[in-house]
């Protein structure tokens, strides 16, 4: 099997930066798309930054010019930087990840989440 291990979370003060990475591990094949979403307190999970492995990015709007997404294919990682952080962006982040794993003589793909990482943004 597949998993994702987040880290990077924390406390910080409204204007700072927190930097969350996600690492893929397991009998992997090959990692396509990589992204992160968020999800408030009664609030919907909602996506905040995807990647392709070749490098395309898409944010959402209230995080573009703030946030950068990036990846490091060799080590099956992706990362996310967030500076000007506001109270606003205080969630539970979580990694996702279109993986292939080798089972035998078949090749399998599957969205796979990551455990989710706290970060609070504090007024």
């Known amino acids: 099997q597949v998993h994702l291990v987040e880290s990077g979370g924390g406390l910080v003060q409204a204007g700072g930066s927190l930097s969350l990475s996600c690492a893929a591990s397991g009998n992997i094949f090959s990692v396509d798309d990589m992204a992160w979403y968020r999800q408030a307190p009664g609030k919907q999970r909602e996506l905040v930054a995807a990647i392709t492995r070749g490098g395309g990015t898409n944010y959402a709007d209230s995080v573009k010019g703030r946030f950068t997404i990036s990846r490091d294919n060799a080590k099956n990682t992706v990362f996310l930087q967030m500076n000007s952080l506001e109270p606003e962006d205080t969630a539970v982040y979580y990694c996702?990840?279109?993986?292939?794993?080798?089972?035998?003589?078949?090749?399998?793909?599957?969205?796979?989440w990551g455990q989710g990482t706290l970060v609070t943004v504090s007024s």
């Open positions: 996702n990840a279109e993986i292939s794993y080798r089972d035998l003589d078949q090749i399998h793909t599957l969205y796979t």
